[in-house]
């Protein structure tokens, strides 16, 4: 099992939410599995540059879920991850401490790292990598005001037997979040459309002999499109098709802007989404306290 750096460290903002909140709900210090995938990717760069460097390959691991229990008992043996979703490592929640791993954090950590049966393969790839990730959670040595977490993320080179220190990248949270899309490959196309340049009278004479068979068909096409572009029929978009497609440039640029606003709407709905999942688990956990007695 070979020890390859990891380049990219990735969680979802409702994970690392989740988590920060069983955190600060817990009467006593965390620690737990970290779960998730890794990929293998060679991001092209854009460049005019002929001397640029070659794309290099880059491995990405996201953490999607994780489990967790007080830290005074101790980690279960973990069994072999099923194939879709891997042991990426584990994490350790404590309060008033350094944001520094302990020497029992690396010993624990080389213990997952050295177990052969916990190791997983990346999508993409044919190369086998150890859950070597390690998550460190901590609030400040002194009190404050307002509640605060830190964390920090760290890959575990078993070579060196050291931690190595690696930035955490918060998806669906701010602009950042942005560069997931660097290698978006569509996947829901434009439907195909005929263009033939026709004369005016081409088109009348083709108006008085559509039959009801050829109305149907261009509804449904018509459906079609509107589903990916709201609001523009298919003879504006002949426009941007062909030799005249330069003289159409604003249709684009407002097609395209419409785009850009539904991306935004969407954005805003999981943000909401996102908040209303952390209002309802804050429910739930204030009824399993008063089930419990603890209010």
Not at 184 to 199: S, T
Not at 255 to 270: H, Q, T
Request: cysteine-free; proline content about 8%; charged content about 20%.
């Amino acid at each position: 099992m070979d020890d390859f750096p990891i380049d990219k460290v990735h969680i979802s903002g409702a994970t690392l939410a989740s988590l920060l909140h069983r955190t600060a709900a817990s009467p006593a210090d965390l620690h737990g599995f970290l779960f998730g995938h890794a990929t293998l990717s060679i991001p092209t760069p854009l460049s005019d540059d002929s001397t640029s460097a070659a794309a290099t390959q880059i491995i990405t691991a996201t953490i999607t879920s994780f489990l967790s229990l007080p830290s005074h008992l101790p980690l279960p043996p973990p069994s072999p991850s099923p194939s879709t979703a891997s042991l990426l490592g584990w994490f350790s929640a404590r309060r008033k401490t350094p944001l520094r791993p302990s020497l029992r954090d690396s010993t624990t950590t080389l213990t997952l790292s050295s177990s052969l049966s916990l190791a997983f393969t990346p999508q993409n790839s044919t190369i086998s990598l150890p859950p070597s990730l390690f998550l460190l959670l901590t609030t400040p040595s002194q009190d404050q005001l307002i509640h605060t977490h830190e964390y920090k993320a760290f890959q575990y080179r078993i070579p060196a037997y050291s931690f190595e220190p690696k930035s955490l990248t918060i998806i669906n949270i701010g602009p950042s979040f942005r560069s997931q899309f660097d290698f978006f490959v569509p996947n829901a196309p434009f439907p195909f459309m005929d263009f033939e340049p026709r004369g005016s009278d081409a088109m009348a004479e083709d108006d008085k002999e559509q039959t009801l068979g050829s109305t149907k068909r261009n509804l449904v096409n018509q459906k079609q499109l509107d589903m990916h572009a709201e609001g523009f029929d298919i003879h504006r978009l002949n426009k941007l098709v062909g030799t005249e497609a330069a003289n159409y440039t604003n249709e684009l640029e407002d097609l395209y802007g419409k785009m850009l606003a539904k991306i935004d709407g969407l954005s805003r709905s999981v943000e909401l989404t996102s908040a209303k999942v952390l209002e309802q688990e804050n429910h739930n956990m204030r009824l399993r306290y008063k089930v419990a007695g603890l209010e």
